[in-house]
T-cell receptor
Framework: GAGVSQSPRYKVTKRGQDVALRCDPI?????LYWYRQALGQGPEFLTY????????KSGLPNDRFSAERPEGSISTLTIQRTEQRDSAMYRC???????????????FGEGSWLTVV | DQQVKQNSPSLSVQEGRISILNCDYT??????FLWYKKYPAEGPTFLIS?????DKNEDGRFTVFLNKSAKHLSLHIVPSQPGDSAVYFC?????????????FGPGTSLSVIP
């Protein structure tokens, strides 16, 4: 697609439920990132995929959070047993690959707003 | 512990004047710095970057200055235009990683008044 596409755009869920957030990166982009952004804050790194390989998950807050990208394209971020503190904007981003310092640019999606009530 | 700080949550500037957005960082391993711009209901988009081997990078109306000894960078927009009204995120990364583990600041909301 033309840009990074995320769904759902808005999700309200009850505490304790599981949620799955989907990301469809820009076609051909090998790198995929998940970020979380709280109100009034900048995006916070969660995890990174190179093709289908999850190479860095150091930013995932705890083991209720997981992500996969089984075929190296679409990715799903899953939050199990949601808690109110999980409420935030979850942003996916993709890039051609490589580091920012090599001139690589990451492109962000519009995000998925998650509200846990 | 915020590694990238933007101490001004908001800034208002008259159209045609210069906008100066400031950013400080704490991690001396950062060697590449970026500015992202975000409009409401959109994702952040890349604006301009600078490597630590430089102290200035200019792109049209946008110039980023880097002071490594002070661990400080700034984004200058001149002349400011109403369309520049957005949230600006300062971000940093290290070449230690082969990918964009970019650390973002909290953002500064710029309003350019016509």
């Amino acid at each position: 697609g033309a840009g990074v596409s995320q769904s759902p755009r808005y999700k309200v869920t009850k505490r304790g439920q599981d949620v799955a957030l989907r990301c469809d990166p820009i076609s051909g982009h090998v790198s995929l990132y998940w970020y979380r952004q709280a109100l009034g804050q900048g995006p916070e790194f969660l995890t990174y995929f190179n093709y289908e390989a999850q190479q860095d998950k150091s930013g995932l807050p705890n083991d209720r959070f997981s992500a996969e990208r089984p075929e190296g394209s679409i990715s799903t971020l899953t939050i199990q047993r949601t808690e109110q503190r999980d409420s935030a904007m979850y942003r996916c981003a993709s890039s051609r690959g490589g580091a920012a310092s090599s001139g690589n640019t990451i492109y962000f999606g519009e995000g998925s707003w998650l509200t846990v009530v | 512990d915020q590694q990238v700080k933007q101490n001004s949550p908001s800034l208002s500037v008259q159209e045609g004047r210069i906008s100066i957005l400031n950013c400080d960082y704490t991690n001396s391993m950062f060697d590449y710095f970026l500015w992202y711009k975000k409009y409401p209901a959109e994702g952040p988009t890349f604006l301009i970057s600078i490597s630590s081997i430089k102290d200035k990078n200019e792109d049209g109306r946008f110039t980023v200055f880097l002071n490594k000894s002070a661990k400080h960078l700034s984004l200058h927009i001149v002349p400011s235009q109403p369309g520049d009204s957005a949230v600006y995120f300062c971000a940093a990364s290290t070449s230690e990683t082969s990918y964009d583990k970019v650390i973002f600041g909290p953002g500064t909301s710029l309003s350019v008044i016509p």
